[in-house]
């Protein structure tokens, strides 16, 4: 990753920081006082050793340093407890909201602009990606403010004491930050590389999953076991190459710093000794050594803890480009906040509309169409001719090319809900009721019902020993393709949304399931709400005021049933 990404990708994750500023200060804030203590810890043992050793002070003349001391190891405890705390705390907030963003792009992107992207790509940017910026903000940016201001407060009192050990700690310091900056270009660009691999495992081992059965029918379950074993060993493969990189920093990283204490303490022994006459090392005592002696380590610990952090930031970038690429790309950036009112019909005009897909040729050419309050409208017309890419454009999925679609006097998306009926409804493991209630989970038990028994769910869902609460697999496995869809169109009812839009209802069903199924259109047409629907069935023509025919991308002819 160059500089100037980095730069860029730091200032797009400053933003989120701004919002957790006084969370983050107070983090930072309680480092600094942590340092603080750290230096009167170090004094207060060099004093008792000192008064000890060198002036032969016994226990109850020290008693009151020994408490002081104390007070103050349990006032450090507190602090970084209180650092670590409010920085864990703003860490939290920043995920909620970042994944908040990139759920809500996802919603406002829309399953048409993202057919192209693997679901367990867009679930690893989800999960993955936002939880690898935890550390930064929980521990990175705080002990940034705190790895300057404690070694300065260190130096500064080292000054007061001995300006050699000063000149010493000032001079081993830049080699701490330098290196880190080496190693951390390295590991950033290592991270990023992590990541893609992760997305690209997460992505291969789904599709095996999805695929186990045909592999299976085919004698092909261990081809796709060596496969996903030979991309799991390249995400093992690199997370090693991350972890080398880890651990050869630290290395670095402790051996400068260990040879900046030893020169100290030896300055110091020496000194001690009278075997150094330079400056003002005849001027040490018992006290003063000691008390820079042990202020050397400390002098380095905020440094050293940087460093170990430095690689929550090479991680936080490696995962903010993938971020930023979906929350900063092309289209809508948040989603449509629709009208709340529910219940009765929609008025739809779609006037001189062209879409087509980038890079492809025209779906659509100049469609002119009106739908009355309360009008059952059937699309028809050979596959590819625009059925469901019209309905795409209704339900708010994707923007016409050129031309105007207005749905009770606003534009997709942001009109009243649009409920939507597909060929193959969305099911998910639970309940038959609790599949219902995602039209609407407020939706009391009395309203589930109703619903089910307008769209004929009660038929078969009554017979069964736990009715409403049987449950379903994944995908709705238990549920015929006519139940499934008859649960779909109760979703349809509970939603009361004003424009319903379906997709070939009755499409893959067998003569007996067609029929259920249109017995719970008809249900629905009565209800009063707008309806359009794309089939090419006849006998959902028959229950439709007008069948619209398509032909070469336009809306050509207009004919009653």
């Known amino acids: ?47 008792i050793i000192h008064g000890a050793v060198a002036e032969g002070l016994g226990i109850g003349e020290l008693g009151p340093l020994f408490a002081l001391l104390v007070a103050v190891v349990t006032a450090r405890a507190a602090g970084q407890w209180a650092q670590q705390a409010a920085g864990i705390a703003a860490a939290a907030a920043i995920r909620q909201d970042l994944r908040a963003e990139v759920l809500d792009r996802i919603a406002a992107i829309g399953p048409v602009r993202l ?51 000063a000149l010493l700690l000032l001079l081993a310091a830049p080699l701490i930050p330098l290196f880190m900056a080496l190693v951390g270009m390295g590991a950033e660009h290592l991270n990023r590389q992590q990541f ?26 261990e081809d796709a076991v060596r496969a996903v074993a030979e991309v ?33 303490a030896i300055y110091v022994g020496f000194g001690l000794l009278g075997y150094i006459e330079f400056g003002n090392a005849d001027e040490l005592t018992l006290f003063s050594g000691l008390f820079v002696l042990l202020l050397a380590p400390e002098f380095f610990q905020p440094l050293r803890t940087l460093a170990q952090h430095y690689h929550d930031r090479a991680a936080a970038l490696g995962a903010t480009e993938g971020l930023r690429e979906l929350l900063d790309g092309d289209g809508p950036s948040a989603p449509a906040q629709p009208a709340t009112a529910v219940g009765g019909a929609a008025r739809v005009m779609i006037d001189d509309v062209d879409f087509a897909h980038p890079g492809r040729s025209r779906i659509l050419d100049q469609a002119f169409l009106a739908v009355e309050p309360g009008e059952c409208v059937a699309l028809t017309g050979p596959s590819g001719c625009g059925k469901s890419t019209l309905l795409q454009l209704l339900a708010g999925l994707i ?38 209630a995602l039209a609407r989970p407020s939706a009391s038990r009395e309203e589930i019902r109703a619903a089910a028994e307008r769209a004929r769910v009660t038929a078969f869902s009554d017979p069964l020993p736990e009715g409403l609460d049987t449950p379903l697999a994944e995908g709705g496995r238990g549920l015929s393709g006519g139940q499934g869809q008859r649960v779909a169109i109760a979703r349809a009812f509970l939603a009361e949304a004003p424009l319903l839009l379906l997709d070939e209802p009755t499409a893959s069903l067998d003569a007996r399931a067609e029929a259920q199924v249109l017995e719970a259109l008809q249900a629905l047409a009565a209800a009063g709400a707008t309806l359009v629907i794309a089939s090419h069935h006849p006998a959902v023509h028959a229950l439709m005021d007008r069948i619209v025919t398509f032909k070469q991308g336009r809306l050509v002819e207009v004919t009653a049933p």
């Open 399 to 436: 923007a016409p090319t050129r031309g105007r679609i207005d749905i009770d006097g606003r534009e997709p998306g942001e009109a009243a809900p649009v409920a939507w009926v597909g060929q193959r409804p969305f099911l998910v493991a639970g309940t038959i009721a609790s599949n219902i």
């Open 115 to 165: 057919a192209n992207a693997h679901s367990a790509g867009i679930a690893s940017q989800a999960l993955e990606q936002v939880d690898a910026v935890d550390g930064y903000f929980a521990r990175y940016l705080p002990q940034k403010i705190v790895a300057v201001g404690v070694p300065l407060a260190i130096l500064a009192v080292a000054v007061t004491q001995d300006w050699i050990v």
């Open 1 to 47: 990753m160059s500089t100037r990404n980095a730069t860029q990708h730091s200032q797009w994750l400053a933003r989120f920081a701004r919002r957790e500023r006084v969370r983050l200060t107070l983090a930072a804030g309680a480092g600094l006082i942590t340092g603080g203590l750290i230096i009167t810890q170090a004094g207060l043992i060099a004093a």
């Open 232 to 264: 799991a060993e390249e995400y093992r493969w690199r997370n090693m190459r991350t972890l080398r990189v880890a651990f050869l920093s630290s290395a670095v990283l402790e051996f400068f710093a260990a040879v900046a204490i030893a020169t100290v």
């Open 196 to 221: 893609e691999t992760v997305t690209r495992l997460a992505c291969h081992f789904l599709d095996r999953v999805r695929g186990m059965s045909t592999l299976r029918l085919f004698g092909r379950g």
